[in-house]
Each structure stands twice: as C-alpha cells, then as structure tokens.
C-alpha cells in the first residue's frame, strides 16, 4: 500500500485575487485540509502555473506566487509548470514515484481546466485520487457558471469514474480517525 499526499494546484495570487466561486468556503477548506495532512505527517505538495510573458501568472511576479493564505512550509515540495496537467514536465510522476505515493487528494484551481487535467493524467498513471468537491474552484467561463462547472465535473465527471468525490468535511472526519494517514 503506497503513501498519501495533498496535491494544492494552482492556489496562487492572481487567481484568488480573481475571487473564485465560494472562494471563503473553499479558502477555509484549503486551510483545513492543509492543516490536517501536516498534522497526521501526509505530504504536501504544490503546483504552480506559469502563464507565460504578460500573464497574470507570469513566472517571478506577485500574481504567480502561491496564495499566501495557504503558503507552503519551507520544507514542502513546490512543481512549476507550463502546462495545464500537474504531470507534464514537472517531475511530479517521478518524484511520487521515488517516495512511494500512490494515493493523491486533488484540491486547487481552476476546475475545468488545470483540476481537469491533473484528475485524469493521475488517472491514466494508476494514482488512487480523491478529490473534496468543496475544495476546487474555478470562475464563470462563457455561457458556464463556476457553480455549474464546479458541480458537473465533480459530479458527471470525475466522481466513481477517475476519482472518489467526498465532501471535505467527511474526508476530514475520516482523517482524524486516521493514527498515520501518510500511509494508509
């Protein structure tokens, strides 16, 4: 049985500043959660989008630094990337695999796109995923309210197809039961 980790995406300043759906609720639920995992020794591990020249999230600018709300520690394990999977040129597949994590919970930013994309690349290379519903965001996106695309992928898409979606009080609740989560 592998280990577990927190995987946070894309939690960085430019988008939080955007104000995401239920952007306090999925703060706080953040909050919780990374607080959990450090406290039962489950590894937390950062991604972080770099937009490119002139974007919001362009590398080395205020906008592209992780929220600092929920700031790494300095011992935690932060993934640049390009792309909108958390696996793609990052190292992040090689470094699970090195520790031994086989178990990810999915949390961050934004649902449709780089959330998506993490959810069914992790899929595709064998993790066991768990995503907290109420721990993904993302904003209005054309004729799509967040609200809407928040629940339709957590719902119709990821949930008993590529991954379990649990609330993140349940999963909480579960983790506290938990004596060393980080191997479970």
């Known amino acids: 049985m592998g ?6 995406v894309d939690v960085q300043t430019a988008l939080l500043d955007g104000h995401p759906y239920r ?3 999925t703060l706080k639920n953040w909050q919780d959660l990374l607080a959990a995992c ?3 020794g489950v590894e937390v591990l950062y991604v972080r989008h770099d ?12 906008g592209w630094e992780i929220a600092g709300a929920v700031a790494p520690s300095p011992d935690e394990r932060i993934f640049d990337k390009r792309f909108n999977s958390a696996f793609r040129q990052t190292g992040l597949r090689a ?7 086989s178990k990810l ?13 993490t959810c069914k690349a992790a ?15 993302t904003f209005d996106n054309g004729d799509f309210s967040a609200k809407d695309l928040c629940a339709f992928y957590t719902r119709r898409i990821w949930n008993n197809r590529f991954a379990t979606v649990v609330p993140t009080k349940g999963w909480l609740e579960e983790m506290e039961k938990q004596t060393d989560a980080g191997k479970r």
Do not use: H, N, S, W
């Open 95 to 101: 470094y699970l695999e090195e520790r031994g994590i």
């Open 38 to 40: 450090r406290k039962k």
């Open 51 to 62: 937009g490119g020249a002139g974007d919001e999230l362009e590398r080395d600018t205020p």
């Open 23 to 25: 952007e306090q609720e």
């Open 123 to 137: 899929f595709e290379y064998g993790y066991k995923l768990t995503i907290p519903e109420d721990a993904v965001t």
């Open 105 to 117: 919970i999915l949390v961050g930013m934004q649902t449709e796109y780089c959330i998506d994309a």
């Open 3 to 8: 280990k577990t980790a927190l995987l946070v």
